[in-house]
């Protein structure tokens, strides 16, 4: 293990990993309005919002997230989409994890005591006021480590976007590697910083269920 | 106080898919009548009680509350208005409680008044701390439900249902999830809204209480209303065999 070279080049690593946090980031939030969108969608009675969400689910968690950012990056600008590599990456990213957090935030809502909509309901409150004040406040606090799971799925996965030459940690990576030749130490490198990134988002997703959970 | 039932159910039918489980039922609730609505498992009085605040809908037949047809056939945006209406006015209890898990008792108890524009908060909060009193539970305010007991939850739920001030009460099993010692708390707070006369439909497995405050018991079996009548009459002398063999084998088991 070349220790000397890794000192030497640790600190690009963490620029490179500052951009894979904020790639992933961003895409974190794109996926949560997404999926929030298309799961409330989901669940509509209105088959015109239900249909969309479920081919947008089918869609982008049928298909490898790989493909779906190089026909946005590459396939873009044939019909007249010219994106960055950082901009591609984002939505790219966003719109594949949205289709999983749709299902994540459909399951929490739907994991909510079929009771509490009747005891809403029965009160005289309507649907969307028994949405709001009843089923997504619980739901809410069911979700989070769902959307946990996905968050961390993201940064990890995040990786890919190295294919379209955006500077992250994996980008990063190869680059040393084509000029050290020392792939075992640039790749342990890279690791160790996504490594540092997933345990901060778990340890965080972690508190904020433990904050949020109901007293039981 | 009018002497028109302000519940009147005519030839109700209900079928769960193939499954007929309310076979045409007729009924009359005066204002303040307590009605006790007793059967085996699977009668469909249950059923019945659901298909009054519209938790049901029905195949056939006619609900009215207050003079108004419950069951009207509207478009879904209407419907959804005309039932909130309704259902302000109709207070319901269930079986397993159904408390808000993520609001304190006092916030169960104010969230719909509030909500529905019926009080302000101050006033709603004000309203809330009698009702809780009332139901033995001043200082459980601020407990979320999972801090209560059975019978404390129930007692919650029933002052919740009550802010809405509801012209009926509909309870559906509502000592059926609890222990058997925190059942006597529960009874008691529907007793004393009996003899407040509010109008009431009671399902209960509880016979002993049903003839206690009851002033009429319908017995329901296979989705039809076998038999009715006051409480002493139904217990000492059915008429029916299919009414006999109920009350002995409750009250031999």
Known sequence: ?216 | MSNDPIIRIKDLHKSFGPVEVLKGIDMDVAPGQIVALIGPSGSGKSTLLRTINQLEDVTSGEIFFDGALVNRDLPHRQREKHLNRLRQDIGMVFQHFNLFPHLTAIENVTMAPVLLGRQTKTQALAEARALLEKVGLSDRADYYPSRLSGGQKQRVAIARALAMNPKAMLFDEVTSALDPELVGEVNKVMKQLAQEHMTMIIVTHELRFASDVADHVVFMADGVVVEEGPPDALFRAPQHERTKAFLQQVFEG
């Not at chain 1, 293990?1 to 080049?9: E, H, R, T």
């Not at chain 1, 600008?77 to 749709?102: D, H, S």
């Not at chain 1, 739907?110 to 739901?139: D, F, T, W, Y």
């Not at chain 1, 680059?175 to 910083?193: G, N, Q, V, W």
């Open chain 1, 1 to 216: 293990m070349d220790f000397a070279l890794i000192a030497k080049v640790w600190t690009f690593f963490a620029a490179a990993a500052w951009v894979t946090l904020q790639i992933s980031a961003l895409a974190i939030c794109l996926g949560l309005c997404l999926g929030f969108a298309a799961a409330l969608a989901s669940i509509s009675r209105n088959v015109l919002l239900r249909f969309p969400a479920r081919v947008y689910v089918s869609i982008f968690r049928g298909t490898p997230a790989l493909i779906q950012l190089f026909l946005l990056y590459y396939g873009g600008p044939q019909i007249g989409l010219q994106l960055g590599p950082f901009e591609a990456g984002v939505i790219g990213l966003g719109i594949n994890i949205g289709a999983y957090m749709t299902e994540s935030i459909r399951g929490a809502i739907l994991a909510v005591e079929k009771g509490q909509m009747e005891a809403a309901r029965c009160l005289g409150l309507g649907h969307v006021q028994s949405m709001r004040n009843v089923i997504l406040p619980q739901a809410l606090r069911l979700m989070v480590r769902p959307l946990g799971v996905n968050a961390v799925a993201l940064i990890k996965g995040s990786a890919i976007v190295s294919t379209i030459s955006v500077v992250e940690l994996t980008y990063t990576a190869h680059r040393y590697i084509s000029s050290t030749y020392k792939p075992f130490e640039m790749f342990i490198l890279a690791s160790l910083f996504y490594l540092v990134i997933v345990s901060v988002v778990s340890f965080a997703v972690n508190r904020i269920d433990e904050r949020v959970a109901l007293e039981s």
